[in-house]
């Protein structure tokens, strides 16, 4: 059976998240809250996934990410999270994990990105491939555009909230959620949650933006 080993300082959260994978049939998990504790405790479990939460108690948990990859190679590392923002992706990313899960994530989600993970997918390959496709528009994908949605990309690239990039175009967060959904049927991304993925690796990459 396989070992899961979460760190996340949320108690609820983990003990949902605990909940959820025994569902979906990993029932050998160990967790734990303390950031402090984390590479001590994945040396003894010697787990075969990782899922660790990017913030723990306002501290951003990448340096404790960077020395489990460097210390523990070949274990993957999905990191759970309710932030939305490429850049932070795009940093994780680059560091080494294999997937950005979203703590608003339904059971099939979950279960599939950690089979992935497990498994060896090379998901967030497709994801890179696509985000290079992406760095390079060209004229005729910018004509599928209209202003306010190349606004709207731009802003998704630069790490902006729905929030930020509304109050620069003066409209709605809605109306930016809209934009976002117009923009992934284009560019043939499965979801809004792909295109934030998507956004982030082109944002790690400098690439350039519409």
Do not use: W
């Not at 070992?3 to 994978?21: E, G, Q």
């Not at 948990?61 to 990859?69: C, H, P, T």
């Not at 759970?80 to 703590?103: H, I, N, Q």
């Amino acid at each position: 059976m396989k070992k899961i080993f979460i760190a996340d300082n949320h108690p609820v959260i983990s003990r949902a998240l605990v909940a959820i994978l025994a569902k979906v049939g990993y029932k050998d998990v160990l967790v734990e809250h303390d950031l402090k504790m984390v590479m001590r405790k994945v040396k003894e479990y010697s787990p075969d996934l990782i899922i660790m939460d990017i913030d723990f108690d306002g501290t951003n948990s990448l340096s404790v990410v960077e020395q489990l990859i460097a210390t523990n190679r070949g274990i993957p590392i999905v990191m759970y999270t309710y932030m939305e923002s490429p850049s932070v992706y795009g940093r994780f990313l680059d560091a080494g994990v294999v997937d950005v899960l979203s703590k608003s994530s339904d059971i099939q989600q979950i279960q599939t990105t950690l089979m992935n993970a497990l498994d060896g997918t090379k998901r967030m390959e497709i994801i890179q491939n696509r985000a290079k496709e992406l760095s390079s528009i060209d004229s005729s994908a910018l004509a599928r555009f209209s202003d306010r949605e190349r606004q709207v990309f731009k802003g998704v690239v630069e790490g902006k909230s729905n929030k930020a990039i509304a109050h620069e175009m003066d409209i709605s967060p809605k109306s930016v959620s809209t934009y976002k959904s117009r923009i992934t049927e284009k560019l043939g991304i499965a979801s809004v949650k792909e295109l934030t993925k998507v956004a982030g690796l082109i944002h790690k990459n400098g690439s350039q933006t519409p």
